[in-house]
């Protein structure tokens, strides 16, 4: 027991990495993905165009998660996530409410969920439990 106690912050980092980062790829970023190379429509957000909005946020959502969800260089990589999800929150979903209350309708709640999410992998880093960490120890 006290060698899984004093591995807790590896651990959590490992949590917090395999769920917020699976949740993220396989949820959104894939989706995203698709839609790029199927050249689907999407929306212009800040001063961003469609197709270029479309493009950032497949690289936060895909690409800068799965590095998160394996351990690979997960500050840096948590950053375009972490600043989508506030867009996501307080931009796309400025006139939403916070919760989402019933089935019908958007909030912040999902994007603000996962944004904290990833600031927590922003703070703990990869851990020992990662990509980063068998590279470290090479």
Same mark, same amino acid.
């Given at each position: ?32 993905? /698709? ?64 919760? /989402? ?38």
């Amino acid at each position: 027991m006290k060698t899984l106690l004093s591995n807790e912050k590896d651990l959590a980092a490992l949590i917090l990495r395999i769920g917020f980062g699976f949740y993220m790829v396989f949820g959104h970023g894939l989706a995203k993905l /698709q839609m790029l190379l199927g050249g689907a429509d999407f929306f212009g957000v800040l001063f961003f165009g469609p197709q270029l909005s479309l493009i950032l946020v497949t690289l936060a959502e895909f690409f800068a998660a799965l590095m998160v969800l394996v351990g690979f260089k997960t500050r840096l990589a948590s950053i375009p996530v972490i600043f989508t999800m506030a867009v996501a929150a307080f931009v796309v979903h400025l006139s939403d409410p916070w919760f /989402q209350m019933g089935a019908d309708g958007g909030s912040k709640e999902l994007a603000l969920l996962f944004m904290t999410g990833f600031l927590g992998t922003f703070f703990l880093g990869s851990g020992k439990y990662s990509l980063d960490g068998l590279i470290s120890k090479k």
